[in-house]
């Protein structure tokens, strides 16, 4: 049961590392677009 | 054809004619009207398509699997390489052109499921693969003679690594164990989330990295694909990408994953035989909207055109029509798994088990839980091809080890190893037991008299008798012979038990012959912790009290 719930604990750990790190290279390339577009 | 495969085609032609033929208008729309880089797009479509099924995939199970296994890296490997070859092919020849050439994909599947998969081709497949490879030879010979060689080895490159993403994609292990998972329909989109994840991180970082090193050093890009540094801020590439990411990337992934899986990498990559038509299509119903000019054929490509399509639906409906014959067990088995000893793993279970059920498919069947279908198919699989589904092999040895390893093939009883392990362990606990021995009499003259058929049938009725009183945690192992011991939990045996025991062991037998014989039944007991503190010393003094009631009868 414990092993379990850490189980589940690690998978959402994992699961928000990623997201943010895929957030942060889209904000990255939304960024880098506005920063061009504002200096063509 | 069943429901699974038939949502498979629909699938599979949505995502050629549907998804390709939008993705491939927008990529051209972002290159020729927008102006946008080819990588810097490409980069920006796998960032934001992997975002989307990640959110889409949610927290659950399979997030680490996917992350660890080599199946993903694998992919995304072949992918970049796919990417790098086409982006270079189209250098070499127009995109029309290079949109055909890319179907030598088709014969690439055919071949690569039948050396590897088992998967022989019917003779529409080789019809329509023929055709296939007439509309690429068509485009070929039209090429600049000088750059045939270069562009004959992407094109081999680029058809390899198209159909051998598709394969991965099929087999991807976390991707299977996605797709059994009913109660959680959103494991797929994860498990093609974390795969493009890390293709969309790995890539991004590649470029930059290739990029910077181009305009750090003032080396001329070896190759025209590198895009400078300022591309990188250009603000059509990464928005057209971002939105044809989420858009149409981010669906086509993970349609392309299920549709490999359910209708097979070759027949999806005859569908995507249509891709060119497809793209036409869009192109001109589109071209009031996107302002772009219609494409200008010559008639080599016109012809190479008619051919690669006509291959593809040849091919396509070819398999259509006689779909691969389906296992009628799919549920329990699959064909050619990655991980080869399983094969072997399970034609030893099953050899072993048929051997114990005296070669009764029915019998081993019913020994192992599984429908008779599943081990004929197996017994019947000549290519040795064939596993149990990993989601039930446990489950399996399971009941292999008690009904098959634990047990005596000709009384159902425990067998001897059994039985000592179990000993041992009530032991172990210092759990109080008695232990009765017991030796049949007149048991020999009947092997003798009648046979050794007629011996099992007595050893057998005896087995089943024993079997029938042995409940409330007794158990019942024949040790091997004619010997028989019977294993009660507590320490005391009652006098009625043992008169049962003679009883029931000495009721009359009735033979498959007709003739009725009779044998008796000598019986010792010890018990522990009072009388011995090992296994092997309970059962020798157990056997030897039997031995003084024996001689004293």
């Excluded at chain 2, 030598?104 to 071949?111: E, K």
Aim: include cysteine; hydrophobic fraction near 50%; proline fraction near 4%.
């Amino acid at each position: 049961m414990l092993s379990r719930l850490r189980e589940v604990q690690e998978q959402k750990r994992l699961w928000l590392l990623v997201v943010a790190i895929c957030l942060g290279l889209n904000l990255t390339l939304v960024g880098l677009g506005v920063w061009g577009w504002l200096n063509p | 054809m069943t429901t699974e495969q038939r949502l498979g085609w629909l699938q599979a032609f949505f995502t050629v004619l549907v998804l390709w033929g939008l993705n491939y208008v927008a990529f051209g729309y972002s290159k020729t009207v927008l102006g946008a880089n080819t990588v810097v797009f490409v980069c920006s479509t796998f960032a934001s398509a992997a975002l989307v099924l990640l959110l889409a995939g949610g927290r659950g199970p399979l997030v680490r699997e996917t992350l660890r296994s080599i199946d993903t890296w694998v992919f995304g490997f072949i992918l970049l390489t796919g990417y790098i070859l086409l982006m270079t092919l189209v250098t070499y020849v127009s995109s029309t052109e290079s949109s055909l050439l890319q179907r030598v994909s088709v014969v690439f599947g055919i071949f690569i499921s039948w050396l590897f998969f088992s998967r022989k081709p019917n003779g529409l497949q080789i019809l329509g693969m023929s055709c296939v490879a007439g509309g690429i030879t068509a485009i070929f010979m039209s090429i600049n003679p000088l750059d045939q060689g270069m562009v004959l080895l992407l094109l081999i490159l680029v058809g390899a690594t198209e159909a051998l993403r598709m394969f991965v994609a099929e087999s991807h292990r976390p991707h299977q164990a996605a797709m059994s998972l009913q109660h959680d329909p959103r494991a797929k989109a994860r498990v093609v989330g974390f795969v493009m994840f890390i293709i969309s991180v790995i890539f991004f970082a590649l470029f930059v990295l290739l990029s910077l090193f181009v305009s750090m050093n003032g080396v001329v890009a070896p190759l025209p694909l590198i895009p400078q540094l300022h591309d990188f801020t250009d603000p059509h590439s990464i928005f057209a990408g971002l939105v044809v990411g989420g858009v149409l990337v981010a669906p086509l992934r993970l349609i392309e994953f299920s549709v490999t899986a359910r209708i097979k990498t070759e027949n999806f990559l005859a569908v995507a035989g249509l891709s060119s038509l497809a793209t036409l299509f869009w192109e001109w119903s589109l071209s009031p909207l996107t302002g772009m000019s219609l494409r200008e054929f010559t008639s080599g490509d016109v012809l190479a055109l008619a051919l690669v399509t006509a291959g593809a639906v040849i091919a396509a409906f070819g398999k259509m029509k006689q779909p691969e014959k389906a296992l009628p067990s799919e549920k329990y088995l699959q064909r050619c798994p990655q991980d080869v000893s399983a094969i072997e793993d399970t034609r030893d279970l099953v050899a072993h088990t048929l051997e114990y059920a005296e070669g009764s498919t029915k019998k081993g069947a019913a020994l192992l839980g599984l429908p008779v279908e599943v081990l004929q198919e197996l017994l019947e699989d000549d290519s040795q091809s064939l596993a149990l589904q990993p989601r039930i092999y446990l489950e399996v040895v399971r009941r292999y080890r008690q009904n098959v390893v634990h047990t005596d093939a000709l009384t159902g009883l425990t067998n001897r190893a059994a039985f000592m392990s179990l000993l041992e362990g009530a032991l172990r606990r210092q759990q109080p037991c008695s232990l009765i021995y017991m030796d049949l009499n007149h048991f020999k003259p009947v092997n003798d008299r009648y046979g050794h058929k007629a011996g099992d049938e007595v050893l057998r009725t005896i087995g089943q008798r024993l079997n029938s009183l042995a409940v409330g945690g007794v158990v019942a192992a024949r040790l091997g012979g004619d010997e028989f011991v019977w294993l009660n939990p507590g320490a005391k045996v009652t006098k009625q038990l043992l008169a049962a025991l003679h009883k029931t062991i000495s009721a009359p037998i009735s033979l498959a012959s007709g003739v009725t014989v009779t044998v008796t039944v000598s019986l010792g007991v010890a018990h522990f912790p009072a009388d011995a503190q090992t296994p092997q010393d309970l059962i020798a003094l157990a056997d030897q009290a039997m031995y003084h009631n024996k001689t004293a009868d």
